[in-house]
Structure formats: structure tokens, C-alpha cells
């Protein structure tokens, strides 16, 4: 019996399900989009793609975009824009994904999902959202070539002389930028500010002081140390290095702490830089090169700094002794083995005036004078050794006859030296060993000459003359046969050292 009740209802519950079923298929029939389109109420970023085919939204969203890059970026750096469009940066986006999932809804459930998921979007759109990117490069290039353009360095106080008086310029703040914190606030606005038309950015920077202020370099005023030393005017392709050497070294200023090289102020030395050829020392000889007469320049600073007793960092002897210093108080330049270099050990710049006039290069160092009036500081140069030349160097030349006889180059002696500075302070008197320098001897350079003399051919005797000459009778007083003396050559001119 309660079977029989029961079956009636099944078939009342599978009729409705039926109803209901016919009319939900009805409806999603009506609702339905066709396999190619969108859903209605589907958004890709602000774009309507509702009912549009993969096509149409592809160049709805494309559009977008393509729009969306022309924003522009402006910069903000230090107070100055700089600008560029989004283009610039290749800004751009992949929408196929967003349109694939867009073409998907309503159509990948069953009837029921399908028909639920379309009439929810009536009342709540779906949005996707694109990512864009852009290139890396050229956000960097973007900020080198152009951000950093409105930044500046910092400028220093300048010292110069005017006739004779020390003047200061003012000095300038400079701005850096952080590269990597810009880009980084870049990319973040651009995320963020997606309904602007400008995108706006603060440039990260910073502030950089100046090393060297007007105050602290005006406080540069007071002559430290001076010395001069002569030369011969007269060579003129010496003094003009001399007076070249000198000019390039004029005006310069050592920061606090800076080290100062002789090598690096006056090279190159070649002709397009102002120099000629000129006596040097070349491994104990004396030949013309590039340049010859600079290391006078180099000597000359060398005993002004050693008078403002500023920190010697690097010095060389010559490899013989010079002219126009005593031994040990010179200051060799030899390619890049033998320099003059001083650091400024003082807390205010140091600046060097120097230069020629009459055959004479002078320098003076300036800078912020703090030793006690009453101190006198002095110099002795001490020879501890002599060495002899030695034999002379002969080269005998063939071409000149046995008479013959130049010297190239006169002997030196040989000289172990110190360097003695001596400082009265308080009345007390202190002597400190500076430096020791040893130089080479020469010999004498000699040419002689080697040719060989060809003898003058005998003469054959008359076959006519029918008798000898007769040969004339000895006198009593034979006369004395005279010798022929070659006499001796004048020696060559000694040669000034050019070092």
C-alpha cells in the first residue's frame, strides 16, 4: 500500500524538475551569447567588451592601451621637471589572457552555472585587470640621460691670484640622484595612477655640500714656502720647457688631504703640449730628448714644499749630480718611475703660483700659516762620499783620421748625499735627516779617430840618364831632420746638464 502512495509522488517531483529544467534551458536560450562573443556586463580595465567578438575586443583593449601610453611622466627632479611619455618607456600590454577568460564566461558550466553566471553579471560586472610593462633599458636611459641632466655638482671655492692678490669664488651646493629609489617610485606610480594623464614623481636625490667653502678658503692666504733657482736663457729650447713646465703647474690648489703629482700636472711631454727637444741625463749621459729642463721645474717645487714643510710623499734623485742645486736637494721626473709627489697635510687647500722670468722659475706655496713666527727653518745639503769617473770611454771612429780627437761629454764625480732640515724653535735646534741620494760617476766620452793612412807610391828610377846623380859629400854639421807634431786638439765644451 505504501508503494503504491509513493510512486505518484516521484512523478509529480520528476515533472517539475522537468518544468523547471525546460524553463531555465528556455531562459539561458534567450540569454544565452553566441560561442564567439562575450557575456554582457564584462570589463577589461574601463572597456566595455560586452557582446564583442575575440577581434573586437582585441582592438577595444588595444586601443586603451595604445592610449594609456601616451600619458605623460613628469619627474620632479630638485624642483625642475623633466618629461617623457609612458611610449618612451615601450609601455605596453598582453590582453589575450583577459579576453580568453572574458570569452569563457557563461559558456565552460553546466546549464544551470552558465545561466546563474550570466544573469550575476547584469547586476555585478566581472573586471579584468591587464598588466602592463615597460623596458627596464629604457627607464634607465630615461633617468642617465635626462633626470641626472638637471643635477649638478658640487663646486668647490676657487682661489685665484689677481695681480698679486689671492681671491675666492663662492662655492655651490650639487645634487645627485638614486638611480635605483627613482625607478622604483616610477614604477610604483605608474601602478598607482592609472586615472591621471599625468603620472608624478618625485625624484630621489640628494644634497651634496661642497668640500671646500668660501670660508675655508679664503682662510688659504698666507705664503708658506718659496724658493727659486737659475737656469741659462741663452738655451732657448731648454728654457722654453722650463718656462712651459712652470706654467702648467701655476694656479694649482691641493684639496685637504689631496696628493699632488709633478708627473701628472706637466705630461704629456711632446710637442703638441708645448715642449722641444733638449739636453737630459740618460743613463749617465747627457742627450737630447722631449722635454729636457722640467725636472729644474720639479727641483725648484721640491724646495718650496720642503719650506712650507708640507708631507713629501714620493722624491728621486738624477742619476747624476745637477747644476743648479746642491746634491740631495734635487727632485728627478723620469717617465712613470721617478716623480715628485706631496699631499696636503694641512686642513686648509694649498695653492702653488709659479713661473720664469730672466732666467730664473720660481714657486711659492700658499695656504694657512699656524708654525710660530719665532721658528726658522733651514736646509743642508751634506756629501758623505765622492766617486771617482773612472777610465774614459773611447770610441774610436774610422772615418776620422789618427789626428783626430773630440770629447762628447766631460767626466763627473760621483756623490753620496744627505739632507739635512734644521729647525730653531723656542731656542732649541733640532737637524733632521730629509733624504740621501747617491749619484752616479761618468767617465770622460772620447772620440778618436782610426783611419788608416795609405802610403804614397815609390818612385821608379829614369832608365835614360846614362849616370847616377852623383851623391854630395858630407858636411861637417848634419842639419837636424825636423819632427812633424800634430798638435793637440781642443777639448769640446763641457755640456750643461739639461735635467
Same mark, same amino acid.
Given at each position: ?450 783611419? !788608416?793612412? $795609405? *802610403?804614397? #807610391?815609390? @818612385? %821608379?828610377? =829614369? &832608365?835614360? /840618364?846614362? !849616370?847616377? $846623380? *852623383?851623391? #854630395?859629400? @858630407? %858636411?861637417? =854639421? &848634419?842639419? /837636424?831632420? !825636423?819632427?812633424?807634431?800634430? #798638435? ?12
Amino acid at each position: 500500500m505504501r508503494k503504491q502512495k509513493i510512486w505518484p509522488a516521484f512523478i509529480v517531483i520528476g515533472i517539475l524538475v522537468l518544468l523547471i529544467g525546460a524553463y531555465v534551458y528556455a531562459a539561458y536560450m534567450m540569454v544565452k551569447p553566441d560561442d564567439d562573443k562575450i557575456c554582457e556586463g564584462v570589463y577589461i580595465e574601463s572597456v566595455n567588451v560586452s557582446g564583442m567578438t575575440r577581434e573586437q575586443a582585441e582592438t577595444a583593449v588595444n586601443a586603451y592601451a595604445a592610449e594609456c601610453a601616451e600619458r605623460t611622466l613628469a619627474v620632479d627632479v630638485n624642483g625642475k621637471t623633466v618629461s617623457t611619455t609612458l611610449a618612451d618607456l615601450e609601455y605596453t600590454c598582453n590582453a589575450s589572457d583577459s579576453i580568453e577568460q572574458a570569452l569563457k564566461l557563461g559558456k565552460e558550466s553546466n546549464l544551470f552555472g552558465n545561466y546563474a553566471k550570466i544573469k550575476e553579471l547584469k547586476t555585478e560586472h566581472q573586471v579584468y585587470n591587464l598588466e602592463f610593462s615597460y623596458s627596464e633599458r629604457k627607464l634607465k636611459q630615461f633617468i642617465k640621460n635626462q633626470c641626472k641632466k638637471e643635477c649638478t655638482s658640487a663646486k668647490n671655492s676657487k682661489i685665484k691670484m689677481k695681480k698679486g692678490v689671492l681671491t675666492y669664488t663662492d662655492a655651490k651646493e650639487g645634487v645627485t640622484i638614486d638611480a635605483d629609489s627613482t625607478a622604483a617610485d616610477i614604477k610604483k606610480a605608474i601602478q598607482e595612477q592609472t586615472d591621471t594623464d599625468v603620472v608624478q614623481v618625485k625624484a630621489a636625490v640628494t644634497i651634496q655640500e661642497p668640500m671646500v667653502t668660501k670660508e675655508l678658503a679664503s682662510r688659504c692666504k698666507d705664503k708658506l714656502g718659496s724658493f727659486s733657482t737659475n737656469f741659462n736663457a741663452g738655451n732657448i729650447s731648454r728654457s722654453k720647457n722650463v718656462a712651459n713646465a712652470a706654467r702648467l703647474i701655476n694656479t694649482s690648489v691641493i684639496y685637504p688631504g689631496e696628493t699632488f703629482s709633478v708627473h701628472d700636472a706637466i705630461s704629456p711631454l711632446t710637442v703638441d703640449n708645448g715642449y722641444y727637444d733638449a739636453p737630459s741625463y740618460n743613463n749617465g749621459q747627457v742627450v737630447d730628448s722631449i722635454g729636457g729642463g722640467v725636472c729644474q721645474v720639479s727641483t725648484t717645487l721640491y724646495n718650496a714644499v720642503l719650506r712650507a714643510e708640507l708631507e713629501i710623499v714620493e722624491r728621486s734623485p738624477h742619476s747624476m749630480v745637477v747644476t743648479y742645486v746642491k746634491p740631495s736637494m734635487d727632485a728627478a721626473i723620469a717617465g712613470d718611475y721617478k716623480d715628485f709627489k706631496f699631499r696636503n697635510n694641512t686642513n686648509v687647500p694649498i695653492y702653488i703660483e709659479g713661473g720664469t722670468y730672466s732666467g730664473t722659475v720660481y714657486f711659492n706655496i700658499y695656504g694657512e700659516e699656524t708654525r710660530e713666527s719665532s721658528r726658522t727653518v733651514t736646509f743642508e745639503s751634506e756629501v758623505t762620499e765622492e766617486i771617482e769617473p773612472g777610465a774614459d770611454k773611447i770610441t774610436y771612429d774610422k772615418t776620422k783620421p789618427a789626428s783626430y780627437t773630440e770629447v762628447t761629454q766631460e767626466a763627473h764625480i760621483g756623490y753620496k748625499a744627505v739632507l739635512w732640515k734644521i729647525v730653531t724653535e723656542n731656542g732649541e735646534t733640532k737637524k733632521t735627516q730629509i733624504n740621501s741620494s747617491t749619484y752616479q760617476a761618468s767617465p770622460k766620452y772620447v772620440i778618436k779617430g782610426a783611419a !788608416k793612412e $795609405t *802610403p804614397k #807610391p815609390t @818612385k %821608379k828610377p =829614369d &832608365k835614360k /840618364k846614362d !849616370k847616377p $846623380t *852623383p851623391t #854630395p859629400k @858630407k %858636411k861637417k =854639421d &848634419k842639419e /837636424k831632420e !825636423k819632427e812633424q807634431v800634430t #798638435p793637440a786638439p781642443s777639448p769640446a765644451p763641457t755640456v750643461q746638464p739639461g735635467a
